[in-house]
């Protein structure tokens, strides 16, 4: 008898269907022609998600998403330019992080884990700035939840004449990005978010000509991109062992997106998602750190109750109990965690984990959920 596994409510590793499980069950050669096919047939996929066939490539890197946000700015970004970092939580962070251990310079815009970047911000900076030749930010910053104005970000990088790469690592594939009316240098993503595949690859989709002109660049052997997209386009081999098995799942994967009617149709069962988790949590006492208009359809942060009853910790083990796996917050000011929608999920889960939050109220004998003063007043 089959085991009813727990749903993972986080940004991802994330519950995948059945079948892109079973996708992983044949062993694959990294060489063979139908494995090489297949990745082949990924990238052609992923360049049409984005609508950016005509001018970009796709690569796949092996590893984490980080490791494919350390190939792009280590191979795509020349040593001598400064890159303007937007940063408006922990992802934000990481990519100066990134650039500093590579020992490339950086520019800081920061605002508060609550604030979107600001347009108007990047456009003073851009202008008073011209060493600063890139633009670094994330799509959507899971630390909080919240959906960053990528649109009228890009808008501003283009008009002064400088490259937009953004971390759209639990964007892309739910969250729609155009490159013909959104243009970027280069968009970085990963398996095992919103395409719900599982985790063991990243993927960069840049720009031909800054693939062209990052040859002998990178930092390292193993994460240069230049290096990697060659061998692909010279061997349609991956340079170095590949994880087959993701990359079956990934296959499959893509084709469950498209079923599903792609970005589009992705976005609203993830957007439904929430509307319902959201609307449940506020029912129960509970506060989100975001104002309505900056929550995306990807990740909640909530903030925790001033009771003296709750714990997190305990809290947790409750809900996991119940079957589901939410995630601690990465809040510094307030205590805080954090629910996703992403997944294979729907609005039926959304309620069973309402219920299963009841339970665990009850249970931990927290009968208001309301956050202290203090927290509120940070969003």
Not at 63 to 69: E, L, M, P
Not at 125 to 134: C, D, K, N, Q, T
Not at 228 to 238: E, F, H, I, V
Request: with cysteine.
């Amino acid at each position: 008898m089959s085991i009813q596994q727990p749903y993972l409510l986080t940004p991802g590793p994330l519950t995948t269907s059945a079948s892109v499980k079973a996708a992983m069950m044949k062993d694959w050669g990294s060489w063979d022609q139908d494995f090489n096919t297949k990745t082949a047939e990924i990238c052609q996929q992923l360049l049409r998600c984005a609508n950016a066939s005509e001018h970009h490539e796709c690569v796949p890197m092996q590893g984490s998403g980080t490791f494919a946000v350390e190939a792009a700015l280590g191979s795509l970004i020349e040593p001598t330019s400064t890159t303007l970092v937007l940063v408006n939580g922990a992802y934000g962070k990481r990519l100066v992080s990134l650039l500093t251990r590579m020992g490339r310079d950086c520019d800081v815009l920061a605002w508060g884990d609550a604030e979107a970047p600001c347009a108007r911000a990047v456009a003073d900076r851009l202008a008073a700035s011209p060493e600063i030749g890139h633009v670094a930010m994330i799509h959507c910053e899971t630390s909080s939840g919240m959906l960053n104005p990528v649109a009228a970000i890009a808008e501003v990088v283009a008009a002064h004449g400088r490259e937009l790469i953004l971390d759209s690592m639990s964007g892309f594939g739910a969250l729609e990005i155009d490159a013909q009316r959104t243009p970027f240098l280069a968009l970085i993503s990963s398996a095992n978010k919103c395409f719900e595949g599982v985790p063991g690859f990243g993927f960069v989709i840049a720009r031909r000509d800054a693939l062209q002109a990052a040859q002998g660049r990178s930092h390292s052997l193993s994460l240069d991109l230049h290096d990697q997209w060659q061998y692909l386009k010279r061997t349609g081999q991956w340079r170095y062992t590949p994880p087959t098995h993701v990359v079956a799942a990934f296959h499959q994967a893509l084709k469950e997106h498209a079923e599903e009617g792609g970005i589009a149709g992705r976005h609203a069962r993830y957007r439904a998602n929430m509307q319902r988790l959201v609307a449940g949590m506020r029912q129960r006492g509970f506060t989100t750190l975001l104002d309505d208009a900056w929550l995306s359809p990807i990740i909640t942060t909530f903030l925790s109750p001033a009771h003296s009853d709750f714990d997190f910790s305990r809290f947790y083990a409750e809900l996991k109990a119940r079957g589901f796996i939410i995630y601690p917050g990465k809040l510094t000011e307030v205590e805080s965690f954090r629910i996703g929608s992403i997944g294979q999920l729907d609005v039926r889960v959304m309620d069973q984990l309402l219920a299963a939050v009841d339970d665990a109220l009850a249970t931990l004998g927290v009968d208001d959920a309301r956050p202290c003063a203090d927290a509120v007043a940070l969003n």
